[in-house]
């Protein structure tokens, strides 16, 4: 990979006067340039080559510059590059088409779908949605742990406080223990709890003293329950099987819609095109994004069931934007419907995820700082803790990121980075998102370098 030539002290002073920090995120001090990217890799000014197990947040799943996805942008490009959106175009029919043609197969529910440029965006339509076929009821369930955006919406169902803290926010969900069985925050086992959680929510539906149903109407007081089907930026915790029949049994009975976000967990990062799939239930919504365009051109948007969504109950204008079907995403995200038809990434996935699952547990029972090692598909988690092997230890697990962006990995002599995403309640978790298309030398490759990290940091 080329150099490349430019001043970096310049140009971090620049984005220190002139950039807004409120969307940025800056982990390392100073900040990392990037200048290139292909396969699996980035790669710095320098050359350096940093294999990413991150892949933008799960937006990459299909591999950074994949030919066959960025040759369908350029013919769009070359085509219909731009398009009011009260015109239609092939693409966008064809692509909302086919994606509840999908979910019917899988669900037997038939549904539409409705576009917007980004997962938020996306979130807030669903919250409208939600909100109308309920005739306006504001309140919401969501996890503890659960993160659905920072649009003021999506922040009163995300549940961390400090995106909501300046800015106010609309009805703030109620927030529920997710079976988080590592850390129970019921200090149960999980071979012996008889998911105890479940039993916990289903308890607020005994009385009207507990808040949430009237029982003499029959009537919730709240519209809908938002899941991940993993929770993502929470530290890809995936809930026991089981949980989520039991969960969707009780919103069932008491008329409360179940909102599947499948932001993070969409497009077989779990090995299923959507996550909720490895447990068996059928959502009323899911919100998609990210990799639908494998991060090349923003477009998300929901798919709901007809009851919720029709024309009747969810009128022209109901909610817009103006980029949303925009034909660029709409070309990009067909292509990649159609790469995931001729491909069998079910299989795929989850023989990769096995092997680098195989790997993390290697790792844990050489490094007691690594707490629990675990994952669906190709999401995985490591959690990094105190050598009592529990206790969360942020400070550690921020020296582990730091040394993977230094790019001074030793491989045959050459120098490599390792990009990880830090996520968990505590901070304390690397939640592994490698491309779809990861090798398994690749994955050899991410083993040695986090082997050589852990040895670094200690000691």
């Not at 006067?17 to 320098?46: E, I, M, N, Q, W």
């Not at 989850?350 to 598909?377: C, M």
Request: charged share 25%; hydrophobic share 35%; proline share 4%.
């Amino acid at each position: 990979m080329n150099k490349a030539v430019f001043d970096e002290a310049q140009l971090l002073a620049d984005e220190a006067r002139y950039c807004s920090y409120g969307d940025t995120v800056h982990y390392l001090d100073p900040p990392k340039f990037f200048t290139a990217c292909s396969g699996s890799y980035v790669y710095d000014a320098g050359g350096t080559p940093y294999l990413d197990l991150q892949m933008w947040y799960s937006a990459v799943n299909f591999g950074y510059a994949n030919e066959r996805l960025n040759a369908a942008l350029k013919r769009q490009i070359d085509s219909l590059p731009q398009l009011a959106s009260q015109y239609l175009h092939v693409d966008k029919v064809e692509l909302a088409k086919r994606l509840c043609l999908g979910m019917e197969k899988r669900w037997n529910r038939k549904g539409r779908v409705h576009f917007n440029v980004g997962g938020s965006q996306s979130v807030e339509d669903s919250l409208k949605l939600v909100r109308n076929a309920s005739r306006g009821k504001g309140l919401m369930f969501a996890f503890e742990g659960g993160y659905h955006g920072r649009t003021l919406g999506a922040s009163a169902i995300t549940s961390s406080y400090r995106y909501r803290r300046r800015y106010g926010h609309f009805d703030r969900a109620q927030f529920i223990p997710f079976p988080y069985c590592f850390r129970c925050p019921y200090k149960k086992r999980r071979d012996t709890c008889e998911m105890y959680c479940i039993e916990q929510f289903a308890r607020l539906f005994e009385t009207e003293y507990y808040g949430v149903w009237d029982a003499k109407a029959k009537e919730a007081e709240y519209a809908a329950f938002y899941v991940e089907s993993i929770q993502g930026t929470g530290g890809y915790v995936a809930p026991p099987q089981g949980y989520y029949k039991r969960l969707k049994a009780i919103l069932d009975e008491y008329g409360i819609l179940l909102v599947d976000d499948e932001i993070q967990m969409g497009f077989y990062r779990t090995g299923k095109l959507w996550g909720m799939e490895n447990f068996g239930v059928a959502p009323d919504v899911v919100i998609f994004g990210k990799a639908m365009t494998n991060g090349l051109n923003p477009l998300a948007g929901i798919w709901a069931k007809e009851a919720l969504i029709n024309p009747d109950i969810f009128p022209c204008g109901s909610t817009h934007s103006t980029f949303a079907s925009n034909p660029l995403g709409t070309a990009v995200a067909l292509e990649t419907l159609r790469m995931i038809e001729e491909t069998d990434y079910e299989n795929m996935v989850r023989e990769k995820g096995a092997y680098f699952l195989e790997g993390l547990r290697e790792l844990k029972s050489r490094y007691p700082v690594i707490g629990d090692v675990d994952g669906l598909g190709l999401a995985l988690r490591a959690e990094i803790c105190a050598p009592d092997g529990f206790t969360p230890d942020k400070a550690l697990m921020d020296r582990i990121v730091d040394e993977g962006m230094k790019g001074d990995l030793k491989v045959n002599g050459s120098n490599h980075g390792l990009v990880l995403d830090v996520g968990g309640y505590y901070k304390n978790v690397i939640t592994f998102a490698p491309s779809l298309h990861i090798s398994r030398e690749e994955i050899d490759l991410a083993m040695r370098l986090l082997d050589e990290i852990l040895a670094r940091v200690t000691g």
